[in-house]
């Protein structure tokens, strides 16, 4: 079965009005309102689109929606404006034909919005690139920037249109966009000037005074208060749901994207704000000696500032708002304005000054977003324009005139080109083509354009003709010429038949346009008409100095005075719609009629009447009558086939054949009439909608019946899978349990065979473990009787072997017995000898064994303590000294030693720290050599050391010491930050370099100085202009320093020191210094000074002393950096010092590289 794809699917009402059954206003209305009650607000006329305004948002237009739709046919979808973009955009890129979409609608249909879906359409579909999407996102984005500038709050739309749109939009061979053109058509000027009651002016004059930044408005000489300016309307100044300050930052910033650069946005702004002062000027009458009324400006104030946003002297265009030159020929006259006058010049100019801003606008956009490529481009035209407008008050003027004119230019375009793209078709299709009846509104147009009795060739005859000219005199002339023209009425009107209408006023006429009769008010239509700008304003505004003054009134120009009279507005836009008509009936058109469902600008309202105005002027009943005139509907043989092929059974479910063949056997099977259809080559062709509904209704109850037999064979297809399913499933159960009760089975039989084979296995094991048991007991056995045996026999050989050793000891001891009673005897005799014969010898012997013992003893303690020798012999000599000096030592004499000892020591510590040396310089000192010295030693050390530096000042003299002071504080300024300061500690600070005192050279400047002088010294004073040096002799006292002339001695320049603010010099080892003076002292009226010296680092230190111990000025600041700034006159330089090779040997050198530099380049360190 196919899928929904046609608009025959499950459609509300009739997508396609062609198809209604019955055609009338009600039946069509109807089918709108059942339609838009649905929000289905899109409607097909074959080809043609009605759009009916929502008010309100729907899903149908998201990312998802654009893909539905891309590349697909034209009916295969449910109507969508995407379909017709989509439907243009494709015939544009395949077939190489050039598309026209036109919108067309009242105010609030949508027409604005109709144009930018179709645009996002195409930018969605059409190729991706930087490049690309830069063009497309400058194509959408030039839509605000119009917007603005030509869109009103009008009472029936909150964004009205107040302009007619043409954009050409560009594609290269591969459909992608290359860029546009963009052509506007009759701006309703007069809006700038006067508003309708619950109105506004244009958008960009509320979001310029509601989202410009302060700053802004101050440059623009602008206030938000919307009540101070006359030309802005105070009753729907604000609108709800628009925001004008988001609103005017959008536009700011599509200008930026579209191209616009910041300075011509600036213009634009002052252009806008200009007009707006321009309302505010007023003016008030004055008599003059010839009894005419000279009108004079009231207040100067808003004429000022609109002359300086615009750069024109107030005189030329105060004057050209009071006196009028009128030139013809050779002759030249002026005349004054009145009051009158004045205010018509006044708005005159604010009107021309906004329409040449906005045409400005559109050909500064146009050169943004032209494509640059020469090649041949294919063009998409989409045209949003005013549609037909009728007020019911009577209160129609020259703008409706001129826009229903354009409307009927439209209308017979259409009506043309849809006559001929169907008799084209039929021709195509070999298809008999009948003449359609319809309305021919050609007769219209030519009693409005024609060239010499046409109602615009009247009316520009009229404005040129001399004498009083009037709205009446031009009425009178529409009188004599138009009377009998079947499509003109007036009152005063030779058909007698009008004479008693009394709906047609004196003042008005009426036209019966194809959409129906319009009563048109002439008054205004001449001044309208002529849109005359005097050439006084003209010339002033050309005077102006702003940007844009002479482009946009180039007939100021005195040197190009154009006497010829301007074209009328009539004879501009008539050309501009034959242009335009032209450039139509070269492309292939596309519409969409655009339609308002309500006045109230509300969601899910219908109002009868007010749709079925709109669909009478715009002609759809005309339209659908033309589209139904030959073949209501027609469709491709294979479409045909593959929709309604379930109606017959040749053709079901699949034709073999030519589609065309399947059709003929389709259509005979179902029995339809012969003049019904016809055959075309490529379509099939349905004269009457009834037959198409019989086909779709025949076509429903077959697919109910298909859906009946889908549903039992599919129903059949579930329950045999279901039980195929089951089947498959029991079997695959089955074979489990089977494979389940096998591996049980298995199981159990597996282990009855090992517990089988376990006690099998045990009894052998148990047979075998008893029979090594009795082989290991009968092992045991024999071992047991033979170690019995073994002992048995070792016993009995221990018997025998303790038997025979008793008896030996037996033996022994009896022996030794008797040997010890024979010693004892003989010892007791000995003893008794001893005693009686050797006494004495034994005392002595005794003795000298005791006194041998005593030695030995002394001797081994000797022996085991050796290293205690030395101590034990001191102790012996103090010992025996003890015993012979004890009677000359009281009982004191352990202190006395002990303090004697110490005194020798400290002695000798003492007389070794005479080898110190005095000077302060010399940080060595003795080591101590006993430890309990360690507080005195450091404490000894700190003293002398203090000692010696007294000693050693004790020894300068004043001026020594003031030149040590001097090098102290040298050390604390330029220690660690300049590296010629290493280089100048061993040098003595001189002072007096010159010998100033001494040389008679100097007497003449010694006696020019009454102080003395700190010092003096030959510096280079830099010269700013090359950055050379000029010798000078420098002389500092406490008060001030001189600078002079090395030749002559005369005084260059005397500064006081309170004068002296700061010093700066370089981190490197140069001798550049900068004295900077105070700013509005006498002495900087020449600039600081820059100078260089080999004594640099005593300069300024003595300059640095001098004015820390000054009490009456402040301390001079030193400032070390390789770049400082120098004042020079009115001018600052910039000193900057480099490393780098000097061209003079060793020294640095000065280079001036432009005026604000100059560059010392010092020698790399070694």
Known sequence: MEVKMSLLDNMIGVGDMVLLETLNEDSFIENLRKRFDHNEIYTYIGSVVISINPYRSLPIYTPQKVEEYRNRNFYELSPHIYALADEAYRSLRDQDKDQCILITGESGAGKTEASK????????????????????????????????????????????????????????????????????????????????????????????????????????????????????????????????????????????????????????????????????????????????????????????????????????????????????????????????????????????????????????????????????????????????????????????????????????????????????????????????????????????????????AMLDEECLRPGTVTDDTFLDKLNTICAEHQHFESRLSKNSKFLTDHSLPHSCFRIQHYAGKVLYRVEGFVDKNNDLLYRDLSQAMYKATHSLMRELFPEGNPAKVNLKRPPTAGFQFKASVGVLMRNLQTKNPNYIRCIKPNDKKAAHIFTDSLVCHQVRYLGLMENVRVRRAGYAFRQLYESCLKRYKMLCKKTWPQWRGPARDGVEVLLTDCSVPSEEFAYGRSKIFIRNPRTLFTLEERRRACLEDLATLIQKIYRGWKSRTHFLLLKKSQVVVAAWYRRYAQQNKYQKIKSATLVMQSFIRGWKARNILRQLKYEMRCKEAVTTIAAYWHGNQARMELRRLKTEARNKRAVSVIWAYWQGTKARRELRHLKKEAQEKHAVSVIWAGWQGTKARRELRSLKEEARRKHAVAVIWAYWLGLQVRREYRKFFRANAGKKIYDFTIQRIMQKYFLGLKTTTMSPMDNTWPARPYGFLEGAHTELRRIFHLWRCKKYRGQFTEEKKAVYEEKLEASEIFKDKKALYPSSVSQPFKGDYLEIQKNPKYQKLKSAVEEKVLLADLVNKINRANGKGSPRLFLLTKSNFVLADQKTGQVKASVPLPDLTSVSVSTQSDGFFALKLKEGSASASKGDFLLSSEHLIEIITKLHRIGTTAADRDQINIDISDEFLVQFKQDKVCVKFIQGGPKNGNSAACKRKNNRLLEVSVPSSP
């Open 117 to 456: 879906l179709v645009m996002s359409y195409v930018a969605a579909v059409c190729g991706k690139g930087q490049e690309v999407n830069k063009v497309k996102e400058q194509l959408l984005q030039s839509n605000p920037v119009l917007e603005a500038f030509g869109n009103a709050k009008t009472v029936r739309n909150d964004n009205s249109s107040r302009f007619g749109k043409y954009m050409d939009i560009e594609f290269d061979f591969k459909g992608d966009p290359l860029g546009g053109v963009i052509s506007n058509y009759l701006l309703e000027k007069s809006r700038v000037c006067k508003q309708p009651r619950g109105e506004r002016n244009f958008h960009i004059f509320y979001q310029l005074l509601s989202g410009a930044s302060d700053d802004t408005l101050m440059k623009l000489k602008l206030d938000r208060d919307f009540s101070k300016y006359n030309y802005l309307s105070l009753d729907s100044a604000t609108v709800n749901g628009l925001d004008d300050a988001a609103s005017f930052r959008t536009v700011r910033n599509a200008m930026q994207i579209v191209g616009f650069m910041e300075d011509e946005v600036q213009s634009v702004l002052e252009l806008v704000a200009a007009v707006l002062k321009l309302g505010n000027i007023e003016f008030k009458p004055e008599s003059r000696v010839n009894g005419f009324d000279e009108s004079r400006v009231k207040d100067k104030n808003d004429l000022k500032e609109m002359c300086e946003l615009l750069g024109i002297e107030q005189s030329v265009l105060e004057r050209a708002f009071s006196y009028r030159t009128v030139e013809a020929k050779m002759e030249k006259m002026s005349t004054t304005l009145n009051v009158a006058q004045a205010y018509y010049a006044r708005d005159a100019l604010a009107k021309n000054l906004y329409s040449r801003l906005f045409s400005w606008l559109i050909t500064r956009i146009n050169e943004s977003i032209k494509a640059q490529a020469k090649t041949r481009h294919k063009v998409m035209g989409v045209l949003d324009i005013y549609g037909f407008e009728i007020f019911e008050d009577g209160d129609n003027s020259f703008e409706q005139f001129i826009i229903n004119y354009c409307n009927e230019k439209l209308q017979q375009i259409f009506i043309e080109l849809t006559l001929r793209e169907e008799q084209e078709e039929y021709i195509r299709e070999d298809i008999e083509w009948t003449n359609i009846e319809y309305f021919n509104n050609a007769i219209i147009c030519e009693l409005i354009e024609k060239n010499q009795n046409g109602i615009l």
